[in-house]
């Protein structure tokens, strides 16, 4: 009890050096959690994927398309459930700055395989009797301020013109982490009008979305529908929903490193400043830490005082960086919406923060320490800070 | 008079110790600021090497980029007749119609796929792109399943190797020969015949057209013609301009990122210069005091401790400078968003990027050192004489 007591007293001596550290402290574990964070989002989609969902498409890649008419020899293999499908459309709202993902699905099939995605039943039934309809979710649609009826026309990249949608429902996620960023509409309304304008794209499919009775029965299923069109014009390549989605995320793998290492920087940085404060604090207390053994306190009483100190510190720091967390997260949430659909701090990453600051604490009172447990009683006495 | 200028820097080297720690904090900040804009600067160059400054590309309208267009041939041929295009050996127009897919391919050793550009190209392709040249084995024959592979694909994808064979589209195609294109986005493509590749993909439109202008000055109402010919969907873009944008997302993002990502360290390395500036005061108040008496008035005291804290700044700029130079022999692959294909590119660092990274760190010193400056400029004399 005592030593704790003169740890914090100590702490405390010099007041403003002592909340400049802790400030630091505090800043570093804050950006470190955010990072944590922020490469965590880039995995949100492998994580909120469906282990029941299966993705087919072309082989080649995902710029070339399948036929329409490989849906029903999916669906007559054993163990599907249920195909839908799915063009990516890439339509842009007003200007680029707007991106949000769109795509053209066949509506009921869709809704039933992604049960994440609800929707009121009267809006359910507006948007699959309108050809023109369109559903979007909650964020998005406060964002730009549609109601349910409002006209959204989108400039198509990928297949050109200005395409013109009824808003007939508005869906929120199931979860939390769900998207609310989407933009779905009917895959017919998209398939009839290429029919006129550019027949040689019609009848094409970007991917198929299949869903199985049970996830062990994924990958068989995946296999027999690659086996099905092997050595066809259009060869398939199926995948459960998460190895899809984390193709893409590998596909951007070294800016989600080289931010991983950042985060560890910033560590680094700060058990530098902490580490400086805790060395000048040994260097002036030289006097006071030989007077101590003078008085019969053993080595080990010093340097648990010291060690007591920067913990103390770095502990204090990184418990107000955590708490910090959680509004900035908030904060951030609002900002980003339209480059992150949430910002959700994991009780991982409070871990990491915890065990982050404990290290800067521990690391940086290595040296003043040492300096304080190996000190001369005479030299340390003699010595005029 | 001034106080001599080695007082503070001898300083400095009193305290080793200190110095080198924060230092050696602003270092870190400056080699993270540093290496996030050499990885800016190095994208940009690379996709604006990519393009010449005479070479016109014609994609579809509304279509961001040649992965997403299509040319139909007859658009193409119109294209081919402008007057305003270099004429070729064998009076042809120097113009090539290309196509350009994207093919998923595993990475060699950890055989993750990414998407990889194959570029169909005619004869007038080789020359209408100076910067790609022949490295190793042979160009392919025109109609043939022969092709040629990046500098980059061939060292990072399999298959990619010379004499090593590609499977796409139901098709084996045998790596003839491999290229280098400098430091352009063409090292990370394929290119080959745009005949065999447009049959074999089933694909009956071109992507993209590209062609030489005879002057370029007369690019804006060639441009006004081709677009308002009321058979054309297309839009015509100088190739440079093309590869700004097609870089422009990507590059912004790295940048935003690096910039957020400093400003919140360097506020963690200007309080470990607050620290030690306070100490550095605080340690010698006697010494501030009798340099006063000596006749150095409060302005050399804190010209004196403002060019300490600048020194302190510009030892850890320098530092961090240094390890981020050596960054420029890493080469980093990654995705980028608008073309939807795997791009390699290097950090680059310019001379633009050494000045604003060393002002940093002098900024990052005087915000750090400022307030405890002015504390030891403020010093009454007796006070100071008097504390021990």
Known sequence: MFYLKLSLRNAFRHPLRAVLTITGVAVAILAFGLLRTLVGLWYLGVETSSSTRLITRSSISLVFTLPVSYRERIRHIPGVTEVSTMNWFGGIYVSEKNFFPNFAVEPKTFLALYPEFIIEDAEKKSFLKDRRGAVAGYKLAAKHGWKIGDRIILKGTIFPGEWDFVLRGIYRGAQRSTDESQFFFHWDYLNESLRRTVPRRADQVGLYVIGVDSPEKAPEVAQAIDATFRNSLAETMSETEKAFQLSFVAMTEAIMIAIK????????????????????????RIAEYATMKALGFKWSHVAITVFGESLFIALLGGAIGVLLTFPTANLLEKELSQFFPVFRIS????????????????????????????INISEGLRRIG | MPVPVYYSFRNLAVRRLTTALTASGMALVVFVFAATLMLAEGLQKTLVETGSPDNVVVIRKGSQSEVQSGVERLQASIVESLPDIVMGEEGRPLLAKELVVLINLPKRGSKKPANVVIRGVGGASYTLRSQVKLAEGRMPRPGSSEIIAGRSIAERFEGGGIGEHLRFAMRDWTVVGIFD????????????????????????????????????????????????????????????????DQSEAMAKFLRILGLSLTIIFSLGAVIGAMITMYAAVANRVVEIGTLRALGFNRASILQAFILEALFLGLIGGVAGLVPAAFLQFVTISTMNWQSFAELAFSFSLSPGIIVKSLLFSLVMGISGGLLPSFRAARMDIVGALRSS
Do not use: H
Request: proline fraction near 3%; avoid cysteine.
């Open chain 1, 261 to 284: 290492i950042v985060s560890y920087v910033v560590i680094v940085i700060i058990m530098v400043v902490a580490a400086n404060t805790m060395a000048m604090t040994a260097r002036e």
């Open chain 1, 347 to 374: 009780p991982v990453t409070i871990y990491f923060q915890i065990a982050a600051a404990t290290l800067v604490g521990v690391v940086s009172s290595v040296f003043p320490v040492y300096r304080a447990s190996t």
């Open chain 2, 181 to 244: 294109a400098g430091s352009t986005g063409f090292s990370s493509e394929i290119w080959g015949d745009v005949d065999q590749l447009m049959q074999s993909f089933r694909r009956p439109v071109y992507s993209s057209v590209i062609f030489r202008m005879r002057d370029a000055t007369a690019f804006d109402s060639m441009k006004n013609r081709l677009e308002s010919d009321p058979r054309m969907t297309v839009e015509a873009k100088l190739e440079t301009r093309y590869y700004l």
